[in-house]
């Protein structure tokens, strides 16, 4: 079934963007409204809700678009375009309507949780807001488009065929050492080569976002953003406490599993081309050739959890709202877009046929059930969702999947492999998590550091969150500047605890679904269905999850993941 938009009740239904012109009509009518009355209130929320959906997938498109084919100067322009012509315009208009909004006493007559929390990020925004950052924040989106088309650059040569890194990084998972030896030295000659730019780059972003946390009162970037960012949950202190906890519970238990794994190859040390390789000498896992095959398995696997699960899929499918193959000229990484005036999101990503793919395939259809569960909330700013609950939903999936990938593996053993790669690697993404967190931290609290300084201080994080087990002898520079593959850093800055802090709620839902699997979904999807119409806490509290991720929950946590790892050896 194809789903259709809404009929629109305020903007016409024929508008096309094309420039400020066309959308300042709709903000000219809402700031000269009337709304003294409860009902006219409600109507120019309404109205502004409207609106919102429809420059965001307006934008969004633009993005999606541009990610898929990043050489092609027409998607470039059109993204940028809106991001530095209109955008600016609309920014000083957008702040008068929540001023106007702010002078209202109607908004006191709502005293639900759901427009407390939306009229408390409108209060946020009114209190960051600077005529002077307008210009600012123009620069600081164009600057990091320049990432995604750095990176979609890289490619290496290999036996003739041009390989994607995605697709490369596959081949350091091969038996044979000379092609890893060999394609690992290709993908670091590559890197090697933006280097440079990706640090001027970063630099650039530091300066430009400083400026702009002064600009809003703020000492530096970090302070200001975790305003942004609304997190009224919890502070910086409790992130600096979460990046200890992971070196108390997790990085030991990494460095054990990995010693292991060490013990088997007879070596003193890793090769940095040898640890993705499986030491007992078993090819990498498969699970599918094409991303269709990868599509159709999924929608079968998630039918199974839940028919409405495939049914999600099978939309986005027949809507042409999936992008899944990796190829030349593509944006790397993976992401579901919610698209909020059809309330059909779009996944992007770059299959290669490696599992991975597949995690990151259940992954993003998390996100896509998500938006459909909130898709009928009543205004734009109830479905805008905080990442720490976002993630919830992605992470959880890929959990919640697991019961279900002998769709993909036939053969026990690789499918209890499937699922130790998924354990393992749960372990192994905390310390990165904290790692990039940590990083981050100390970038905004030292504006001012150089490029240096700031390869000496994540050489020194990569120690303390690193098991030092491999021989970087010769490749020093790659430890010093592997960040630069963390796209957060560059495009949506602080955003990554939340994929800690969400890992351990979802790391609950599924210990819950082992208990009774079906009150542990029906829990899950009543938490997705709130969308941001209840706070963090609630939200984790209706899946029947704690949220938590002091030092006591890491503990308990990785001991179940230790016990579940015991059951698939």
């Known amino acids: 079934m194809i789903i259709q938009k809404k ?89 008068a309507l929540n001023r106007k909004f702010m002078e209202s006493p109607l908004r006191h007559e709502f005293d639900d949780s759901a427009h407390q929390i939306y009229f408390r990020s409108i209060e946020t925004q009114v209190n960051l807001f600077q005529e002077k950052n307008v210009p600012i924040e123009a620069e600081l989106n164009e600057l990091t488009q320049k990432y995604g088309a750095i990176s979609a650059a890289q490619s290496i040569e290999y036996l003739g065929e041009t390989m994607t890194m995605q697709k ?89 599993i990995q010693s292991k794994k060490l013990a088997l190859t007879r070596e003193a040390k890793f090769k940095p081309w040898n640890t993705e390789v499986d030491p007992e000498g078993k090819a990498p896992l498969k699970p599918f050739e094409t991303g269709k095959e990868m599509l159709d398995g999924c929608i079968e696997m998630l039918g199974n959890l839940d028919p409405y699960f495939a049914d999600c899929l099978k939309t986005m499918e027949k809507m042409g709202h999936l992008d899944l193959d990796s190829k030349a000229g593509k944006a790397p990484g993976g992401y579901n877009y919610p698209l909020y005036e059809i309330g059909v999101p779009f996944i992007f990503m770059n299959a290669v046929g490696a599992q991975r793919d597949l995690v990151t395939m259940v992954h993003e259809a998390g996100h896509a059930v998500h938006s459909y569960l909130s898709r009928d909330l009543t205004l734009t700013g109830f479905k805008n969702l905080p990442s720490e609950v976002a993630e919830l939903a992605s992470m959880s999936m890929e959990l919640l999947s697991m019961k279900e990938w002998g ?81 957060h850093l560059f495009e949506v800055p602080f955003y990554y605890i939340e994929y800690g802090i969400a890992q351990l709620g979802a790391l609950g839902v599924w210990m819950n679904s082992l208990t009774n699997f079906e009150s542990g979904l029906t829990a899950y999807q009543e938490a997705l269905k709130l969308g941001y119409t209840k706070s963090i806490p609630d939200i984790y509290e209706t899946a029947n999850v704690p949220f938590d991720f002091s030092s006591n929950r890491l503990k308990a946590l990785a001991a179940f993941i230790q016990s579940e790892l015991k059951k698939l050896d």
């Open 7 to 95: 009929k629109r009740q305020f903007i016409h239904e024929n508008l096309i963007i094309q420039a400020w012109e066309d959308l300042k009509p709709y903000f000219d009518d809402l700031l000269a409204r009337d709304i003294t009355t409860l009902a006219s209130f409600q109507k120019w929320l309404e109205d502004r809700s409207e609106l919102d959906a429809i420059m965001e997938e307006d934008l969004a498109w633009r993005y999606i678009r541009m990610s898929i084919e990043t050489n092609n100067e027409e998607l470039a322009s059109a993204y940028t375009f809106f991001v530095t012509k209109i955008q600016p315009e609309l920014a000083p208009l957008d702040d």
């Open 168 to 256: 490369a990084s596959q081949l350091l998972k091969e038996q044979d050492e000379v092609i890893r030896q060999t394609v690992f030295n290709k993908i670091v000659e590559r890197r090697r080569v933006d280097t440079k730019a990706l640090d001027d780059l970063y630099t650039q972003l530091i300066t430009k976002r400083h400026e702009l946390a002064q600009n809003a009162g703020f000492e530096n970037f970090r302070d200001y953003k975790f305003q942004s960012l609304g997190r009224f949950d919890y502070t910086k202190e409790d992130c600096f406490a979460f990046h200890h906890a992971i070196q108390t519970h997790i990085v030991p238990l990494v460095k054990e």
């Open 407 to 487: 769709k993909f593996y036939s053969n026990e053993d690789e499918l209890n492999r499937a699922k130790r790669e998924q354990l393992e690697g749960i372990l192994k993404i905390l310390p990165w998590i904290a790692q990039i967190d940590s990083f981050q931290h100390w970038v905004y609290e030292h504006p001012n550091h150089n490029v240096e300084e700031r390869h000496a201080h994540w050489s020194s994080l990569s120690k303390d969150f690193g098991t030092g087990l491999t021989d970087w002898t010769g490749y020093e520079d790659q430890i010093a500047t592997s960040w630069q593959r963390q796209l």
